[in-house]
């Protein structure tokens, strides 16, 4: 179980910068003499360039060897972090985070990938528990982590700390993880690459800006168009060739369908999270980052209290049942954060947010599960490097989402400093958005997932979750 524990290295450093930043936002704003909302571009900026550089790393993967790649992507990520610590203006930090996303886009897939060559299926859900712990891990200290930082020394530090994280990871890489390289791949599909890629950019930077004043509105216009052509065009060009970069033959396999696009409306409204519920409690509610951090690391503390008890829900009542009720659950808790008020118990606070991230994290669980129930291991790589596009793209699709609904609040009310009730319509929304996610999972039928959940009551429907 060594090279599990050595990729949930990587799993640790990313998830712990993600969690650690979002609670030093107003601080890092404060430095940089920027509004707290126009600083979701520092979330937002990483997690697009994740999405945007995921498709390609089980291509290089197999082109360089696993070890190397890894090996490289740690590197990179720890570049980024030094720089985001020296940022000393916006521009320099969304420059620095899309580097950092640059590297995580190679380290945590590959790192999936060299787990998934290193084990035998019959040790593979023992090796995924050792690979989600540290995982879980870093969103639970990370909260306070930052929160204590940023209050008693300096954010730049925040950033800093991955340096000793990644020096032991590369030591760890280099003399546990076996070398050695895949079959030759096919040939590379740069224009596939290429079209994505300007889709992203395009769809992701016009949704950030819409109504933001930060670009005229018809440059967001222009943006999302032009995103929306170059996806469109991608589309086309993957039916004609054997090897796209992005394999959209998966979305015909029903339960990969239905993870990827059910968890995409999920994770949209999950994603915002990290983003407004710092904002909302040190700046609507005037406490320290630190203070902030103590409230804020109870819905991590949720999820990985749910860890214990997955597997047998799963086999208790399946996947559908699972993930309508968790749908329903979970954007109800998330709504629930808009009647919150400065004078709000914080004990209740405490208590909201660790229900919703017990059962977000069970629908997490749910949802990544599910979504390789049908596939084979000869599709595996290539699903891999699908699912974690589409994830990511969907958490920043969230921070700009939330960031979109605050700003419009703020200027409706009249008003240039955020407000506690500038809140509610975001909070609302973004639960919505992961409501709206049962409506996917509605159509599954009561045996989806059945091999894989052990849910023996659904062993009857003999295969209505595959290929459909």
Known sequence: MLIPLIVACALFMENLDSTVLATSLPSIAQSFGESPVRLSF?????????????????????????????????????????????????????????LQGLGGAM????????????????????????????????????????????????????????????????????????????????????????????????????????????????????????????????VQHASRIAHPVLDLRLLGVRTFRASVTGGFLFRMGIGALPFLLPLLLQTGFGLSAFESG?????????????????????????FRRVLLSNAALSGLSLAAIALFRPDTPHALILAVLLIGGFFRSL???SINTLGYADIDQQRMSRATSFASMAQQLSLSAGVASGAILLHLTMSAHGVVSVQPRDFVPAFLGVGAMALASALVYVRLPPDAGAEVSGHLPAMAGQGHARDQ
């Open 294 to 318: 103590q409230l804020t690391f109870a819905a991590a503390l949720g999820a990985l209290t749910m860890k214990l008890v997955a597997k047998p829900i799963l086999r208790r009542f399946g």
């Open 42 to 98: 520092a979330i937002t900026s990483y997690l697009f360039s994740l999405a945007v550089f995921i498709p390609i790393s089980g291509w290089v993967t197999d082109r360089y060897g696993a070890k190397d790649v890894f090996r490289g992507a740690i590197v990179v990520f720890l570049t980024g972090s030094i720089l985001c610590g020296l940022s000393n203006s916006l521009l320099q930090m969304v420059a620095a985070r899309m």
């Open 363 to 365: 629908q997490f669980t």
């Open 107 to 234: 380290m945590v897939p590959v790192g999936r990938l060299v787990l998934l060559r290193s084990v035998t299926k019959a040790d593979l859900v023992g090796a995924m528990a050792w690979l989600t712990v540290p995982a879980l891990i870093g969103p639970v200290i990370g909260p306070l982590l930052g929160g204590f930082i940023t209050t008693y020394f300096h954010w730049r530090w925040i950033f800093w700390i991955n340096v000793p994280i990644a020096i032991l990871g590369m030591v760890l890489v280099t003399t546990f993880i076996p070398g050695g390289r895949e079959p030759p791949p096919p040939a590379f599909d740069t224009a596939g690459f290429i079209l994505t890629a300007a889709g992203l950019v395009g769809l992701m930077f016009g949704f950030e800006t819409i109504g933001r004043d930060i670009v005229p509105g018809w440059a967001s216009a222009l943006l999302l168009c032009l995103g929306l052509a170059c996806m469109v065009l991608f």
